[in-house]
């Protein structure tokens, strides 16, 4: 069974940074793609980072320049740093992995991330 794992979710300060991590277990390959997405209360999920196993990189315009996403495939793990965090920035964040972006077929349960003024 495949799972996605997330971890490092928590509360901090505005201005403040966090990691997160992300371990696919269940699985004898590698993803091509794998991702983080967050949604807030209220709104619809978007992406924050992607990452391919080639080394292609996308970011969601709102974290370009504070976020950066990174991955060891040995360990099946896919990291997000995220710095200068704000208010905005509060929402469950997911891990995903598939094909590409668009062929994405599994998900984690979610980390909550709350940034405080």
């Known amino acids: 069974q495949v799972q996605l794992l997330e971890s490092g979710g928590g509360l901090v300060q505005a201005g403040g940074s966090l990691k997160l991590s992300c371990t696919a277990s269940?699985?004898?390959?590698?993803?091509?793609?794998m991702g983080w997405y967050r949604q807030a209360p209220g709104k619809q999920r978007e992406l924050v980072a992607g990452?391919?196993?080639?080394?292609?990189?996308i970011y969601g315009d709102s974290v370009k320049g504070r976020f950066s996403i990174s991955r060891d495939d040995a360990k099946n793990t896919v990291f997000l740093e995220m710095y200068s965090l704000n208010l905005e920035d509060t929402a469950v964040y997911y891990c995903?992995?598939?094909?590409?972006?668009?062929?994405?077929?599994?998900w984690g349960q979610g980390t909550q991330v709350s940034v405080s003024s």
């Open positions: 995903a992995g598939g094909i590409t972006a668009s062929a994405i077929r599994y």
């Open positions: 990452i391919t196993t080639g080394g292609t990189i």
């Open positions: 269940g699985i004898i390959f590698t993803f091509n793609y």
